[in-house]
């Protein structure tokens, strides 16, 4: 796919919209490190994210989320697109709590979006700490697959906390997934352990240059010849975190150390290949990847954010930087080829073949206009208290659940005109891969037809069509009429 947007470029605005703009597989890595759901008292008030970076104005951002804040659309966007996905989010949000299931629908819907951009040879690796590692997992499984997981490396660093009653918290997570099995990895290598460490923990020996690995059965088993040192192993404790006096501190609570991303950009990317972090706050990712001759596009709500990168890239020492008046600073973007930019892009791959039906009605907007609760009143007023699939008629419309007509597996789409209204069986017995029709033969051969009229499916359609046809074009904004 074509990149429409430009290498080296920092948008300083919400990721969402910036990735809803960006071009399907255009991107070779992300590496990112988004806001745990930590309700961790950072600089200053409690629950709220609070910069100390100098220039920044007072730009508080929460750094929690609550249910009531989701929005509707993203959930019912999961809900008919990810079913995988949403039962994982309802998992979290009985064990443990609305406000994770929150963060997870506000990762996720980023997630989903990562996923499309992702060239077909890409890897994400996504920073977490065990606040919700384990639920973050289950949602990345639904989004990139399983069989796409690679490593959940554990970041082991040094850095007390005051004693509480339970062990010292060490260590963050990174899960590392693929887009495909197909994908670039050029294998890191850390140095050789001492014998008795190796006979201790990988039951090998280290001979010369020849790795040999002991088999469940003692006997030795002969393994690739590493060159320099062994495989590196998916604990890391060789990096520690940024000292207080260290030349790259920046002041920002939350950066993470130059050494843990520049190994990230090295495993899973190329020189000249594009590196994207849609949460980049102070830069790391985007500085390890520009010193290892990546392209690189970062993403940051927070204002101010190309300060940190214009710096970094300069070299420029915290003291010196606080000195620095902004505008000077503005000067530089050119010389380090750097754009900034508070406008999303456009997509220009949109496929029309997502609409298949309404193609005709409108162009290129695909979102649906209607809540899940406004067509299953519509269809219900419309049609009556009746099953489409088996002409059963229930108490109240409670019992009436909003299908798909042809399953989202075949191409279907959310829109009204692929609605119907079933009971409770015929739901969970359509499951994905039936069509409307076939449920209805099943349940004559079976015996499950009620005598009640059955509903006129093509009559329905044609109608539901036409009202889908008659919103989208009374509709005053977002739906462009062909
Ligand atoms: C944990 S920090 C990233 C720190 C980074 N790894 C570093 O070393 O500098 C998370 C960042 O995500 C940003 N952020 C949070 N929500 C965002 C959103 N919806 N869009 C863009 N950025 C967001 C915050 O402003 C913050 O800078
Ligand atoms: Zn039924």
């Not at 997870?104 to 989903?112: D, G, N, Y």
């Not at 939350?254 to 991303?261: A, N, T, V």
């Amino acid at each position: 796919m074509t990149q429409n947007f430009s290498d080296n470029t920092l948008y300083e605005m919400d990721n969402l919209v910036v990735l809803r703009g960006m071009n399907s597989e255009t991107v070779d890595l992300i590496a990112t490190d988004p806001p745990f759901n930590t309700k961790r008292n950072r600089a200053g008030t409690a629950g709220f994210y609070v910069d100390n970076w100098k220039w920044g104005d007072t730009d508080i951002l929460p750094d929690q989320w609550k249910w009531n804040e989701v929005h509707p659309k993203w959930l019912e966007e999961i809900k008919d697109n990810h079913i995988e996905l949403y039962h994982a989010i309802d998992a979290a949000k009985h064990c443990q709590g609305e406000d994770t299931a929150a963060f997870l629908c506000f990762l996720s819907v980023r997630l989903i979006e990562m996923h499309r951009i992702l060239k077909k040879t890409g890897s994400i690796y996504l920073h977490c700490d065990p606040t919700a590692s384990h639920y973050i997992k289950m949602c990345m499984d639904a989004i990139f697959g399983k069989k796409n997981f690679r490593n959940e490396i554990v970041w082991h660093y040094r850095r007390w906390t005051a004693a509480s009653k339970r062990f010292q918290k060490m260590h963050d997570i990174i899960f590392y997934y693929t887009k495909t099995n197909n994908y670039i990895f050029t294998k890191p290598l850390q140095e050789y352990a001492d014998e008795k460490y190796i006979e201790d923990t990988v039951r090998g020996m280290v001979d010369g240059k020849l790795v040999r690995l002991k088999d469940d059965k003692g006997n030795y088993i002969k393994r690739e010849t590493q060159k320099g040192g062994v495989l590196m192993h998916d604990v890391w404790n060789d990096i520690n975190f940024i000292g207080p006096t260290a030349n790259e501190r920046t002041g920002s609570p939350d950066q993470k150390p130059l050494d843990l991303y520049a190994r990230i950009i090295e495993a899973s990317s190329n020189e000249g290949d594009l590196v994207l972090d849609p949460f980049c706050g102070c830069a790391t990712t985007i500085i390890a990847a520009d010193d290892l001759k990546r392209r690189w596009v970062g993403i940051d709500r927070r204002k101010d954010a190309r300060y940190h990168i214009i710096t970094r890239l300069m070299g420029i020492s915290r003291k010196e930087r606080e000195r620095i008046e902004k505008h000077a600073v503005d000067k530089q973007m050119e010389k380090y080829e750097m754009h900034y930019q508070t406008e999303s892009p456009t997509r220009t791959d949109q496929d029309e073949q997502n609409l298949p039906e309404l193609s005709h009605v409108y162009a290129a907007e695909p979102e649906n206009p209607l809540t899940h609760a406004e067509m299953h009143e519509i269809l219900v007023n419309k049609f009556g208290l009746k099953c489409w699939g088996c002409n059963y008629i229930p108490p109240d419309k409670r019992y009436l659940h909003l299908d798909h007509i042809i399953p989202k597996s075949d191409g279907g789409t959310n829109h009204i005109d692929n609605r119907a209204l079933l009971c409770q069986p015929c739901n969970s017995m359509k499951s994905n891969t039936m069509s409307l029709s076939s449920l209805r033969r099943q349940n004559k051969r079976e015996g499950y037809l009620q005598p009640n009229e059955p509903i006129d499916l093509q009559s329905a359609l044609s109608w539901t069509k036409n009202h889908l046809i008659k919103i989208v074009r009374e509709s005053p904004h977002q739906y462009r009429l062909l």
